[in-house]
């Protein structure tokens, strides 16, 4: 009886299991199910990346195509920047990625169009509603896999109340910026504060430290093969300029293993620990979340330039993102397009810009917001815009640029042999 009693126990306890809820699965891919999710509503399956008042954004605008399609049900699930491209990936290469999702163009995007992952809009979308250059880094073989609503721009944001303390101005010049970085080192700030773990913040370092030596084409020459290389003189420099400010202590400690999404960085810049960072317009919506009474304090130049090179500080680093697009598999590819589309929409543009800080790739919005109008001035002025290099590039090669340029600022390779391996990979890759 003892026996027959446990057994009796042992089912009812894996029954009970398998009907608990979630099965007991992760909770956020217990949302990445299309189909119509036992709701009896046709679902659709929508990721993204940005919290705080972007995902307010996102949510209104997904409100309002439900509002349009009360058969339809939108499950939205933000995923951490950091850990996103391996999860979409994963899913990707699983058969099960969710209809809409985010990306940034570029090569990033391309890997899953050259896959067959990635559903063509050309003959749904107006064009002309949208930034040529943001819609070209989203088009590949003159088909278009993805509309992008958010063009930023790479920029040195600063403490403006440190500035005047010591009676610094915003540096013109490298050289300028040294006599900076050292003023500050002598009254115990931290210069520049920078969260390298996941690679692609110190890699602006070296993508604009290339162009203001090499001049704005010598990227496209190296990526499209034709003119100088990887190995060019110019990122050999480049990689110096990084080792020397690593040497001067420009950064904060241990600035390689920080992550940026805990945004132990950021906090270096708004205790006035640190009195400057280079990254991305995201940084303007990070604050307003995080700490908006830093904002008053808060002020950005363009990176400076290098004496002797051929770049401009009218070459900007630049990056569209996010940009929408849908799996080529989805059960549902005209509501996806549709949904692309709302989240693109004027409407979704305007609140995007003059809530979060951002400027849009989609045409004809300009911000209303003083701070943010000037950065649009930067891009309205700029004679290029440079977009992320890790965005661009094949996945591979992509991997290796991070990789040598985290150890640059490690200090564990030579400029030399970061620009000789980027030039073997490329000719492996790109040839």
């Not at 890997?111 to 064009?127: A, C, M, N, P, Y």
């Not at 040497?247 to 906090?267: I, K, L, S, T, W």
Request: glycine share 8%; net charge negative.
């Amino acid at each position: 009886m003892k026996r027959k009693f446990l057994l009796l126990t042992t089912f009812c306890m894996m029954v009970l299991a398998a009907c608990a809820p979630g099965g007991g699965s992760d909770s956020e891919e217990s949302n990445a199910v299309s189909g119509d999710g036992g709701s009896g509503k046709q679902v659709l399956d929508f990721w993204y990346i940005d919290p705080g008042e972007k995902e307010k954004v996102y949510q209104e605008a997904v409100e309002r195509f439900e509002e349009k399609h009360p058969d339809v049900e939108v499950k939205m699930l933000r995923v951490a920047n950091d850990a996103y491209k391996q999860k979409l990936a994963v899913s990707m290469s699983g058969g099960n990625a969710p209809d809409i999702f985010n990306s940034w163009g570029g090569g990033w995007l391309k890997q899953f169009v050259d896959q067959g992952q990635v559903l063509d809009v050309t003959e749904s979308i107006e064009k002309e509603r949208f930034n040529e250059l943001a819609l070209d880094n989203t088009t590949f073989h003159d088909k278009i896999y993805g509309l992008p609503l958010g063009l930023s721009l790479d920029l040195v944001f600063y403490n403006k109340e440190i500035f005047e303390e010591y009676g610094l101005t915003p540096p013109e010049t490298y050289t300028e910026w040294v006599e900076i970085i050292e003023t500050l080192k002598e009254n115990n700030i931290i210069p520049i504060a920078l969260a390298n773990q996941t690679k692609w913040p110190g890699a602006y370092y070296l993508m604009n430290f290339a162009a203001r030596i090499g001049g704005p084409d010598l990227f496209n020459e190296a990526f499209l093969r034709e003119g100088r290389g990887f190995d060019d003189p110019a990122y050999v420099e480049a990689g110096e300029y990084i080792q020397e400010m690593v040497e001067m202590d420009a950064f904060n400690p241990g600035f390689n293993g920080v992550p940026y999404d805990e945004g132990q960085g950021r906090q270096l810049l708004y205790s006035g620990q640190a009195a400057m960072m280079d990254i991305t317009m995201s940084l303007v919506n990070n604050v307003r979340t995080e700490a908006p009474e830093f904002e008053e304090k808060m002020d950005f130049f363009v990176f400076p330039t290098v004496e002797g090179g051929q770049g401009s500080n009218k070459a900007v680093g630049a990056s569209t993102g996010p940009v929408w697009s849908v799996a080529a598999d989805t059960e549902n590819p005209d509501l996806a397009t549709e949904l692309i589309q709302e989240l693109t929409s004027q409407e979704t543009a305007e609140a995007y810009t003059n809530r979060t800080g951002s400027l849009t790739a989609v045409s004809g919005v300009e911000p209303e917001d003083e701070f943010v109008n000037r950065m649009y001035q930067v891009a309205e002025e700029a004679t290029h815009l440079q977009m992320p290099y890790d965005q661009t590039l094949p996945p591979e090669l992509a991997e290796l640029h991070k990789d040598t340029t985290q150890a640059l600022f490690g200090l564990s390779i030579t400029p030399e042999e970061a620009a000789e391996q980027m030039e073997a990979k490329a000719k492996e890759v790109l040839e």
